[in-house]
T-cell receptor, first 113, second 116 residues
């Protein structure tokens, strides 16, 4: 079955550095991937979407890449700030319906001042 | 727009009781999703609707769970009877767009359910 995997260990980095989070998928080829941010006690918030025919997408300090050969997406936050501390979720299309998403378990990012 | 609205925000109930969670999607959105989030299993899709019609309920754990969407602005998720293993945060989300267009989903604040 389709599987989305994210590193379950928290990522600790220093303010100002670039954070890189990984999303791997197996057993299928998603047409797109989405990245969401989730703060404690809140629902996920959409950040970026990248399609299979796109290598890279940017939005302000955020950058997402999509490598269909490696079956992997990387999510980068440049010049990270303590306010970027949150859990980041990767999601891709399920096997029925374009709107159905399968989520990874998320990676917690901690940015220290 | 107020975003996706869920109620209640917290629910504590005893095993065997009926629980009803409510959701009001963003006006104009034609897709509505119900998710469950736990530490062990992450965020799981339970069911989703398109134009008030259930499209995929394969994630509904068992017959104790049911969901309805009587109109475009309201949906319920019911658990009867509830069990301690149903304790989780339940999210409602909505989105708009054509069937072949993967628009982002907008999530509500969630309902934290505790079944004792």
């Amino acid at each position: 079955s389709q599987k989305i995997e994210q590193n379950s260990e928290a990522l600790n980095i220093q303010e100002g550095k670039t954070a890189t989070l990984t999303c791997n998928y197996t057993n299928y080829s998603p047409a797109y991937l989405q990245w969401y941010r989730q703060d404690p006690g809140r629902g996920p918030v959409f950040l970026l979407l990248i399609r299979e025919n796109e290598k890279e997408k940017r939005k302000e300090r955020l950058k997402v890449t999509f490598d269909t050969t490696l079956k992997q997406s990387l999510f980068h936050i440049t010049a990270s700030q303590p306010a970027d501390s949150a859990t980041y979720l990767c999601a891709s299309r399920g096997n029925t319906g374009f709107q159905k998403l399968v989520f990874g378990t998320g990676t917690r990012l901690l940015v220290s001042p | 727009d107020a975003g996706v609205i869920q109620s209640p925000r917290h629910e504590v109930t005893e095993m065997g009781q009926e629980v009803t969670l409510r959701c009001k999607p963003i006006s104009g959105h034609d897709y509505l999703f119900w998710y469950r989030q736990t530490m062990m299993r992450g965020l799981e899709l339970l069911i989703y609707f398109n134009n008030n019609v259930p499209i995929d309920d394969s994630g509904m754990p068992e017959d104790r769970f049911s969901a309805k969407m009587p109109n475009a602005s309201f949906s319920t998720l019911k658990i009867q009877p509830s069990e301690p293993r149903d304790s989780a945060v339940y999210f409602c989300a909505s989105s708009s767009g054509h069937r072949d267009s993967p628009y982002e989903q907008y999530f509500g604040p969630g309902t934290r359910l505790t079944v004792t």
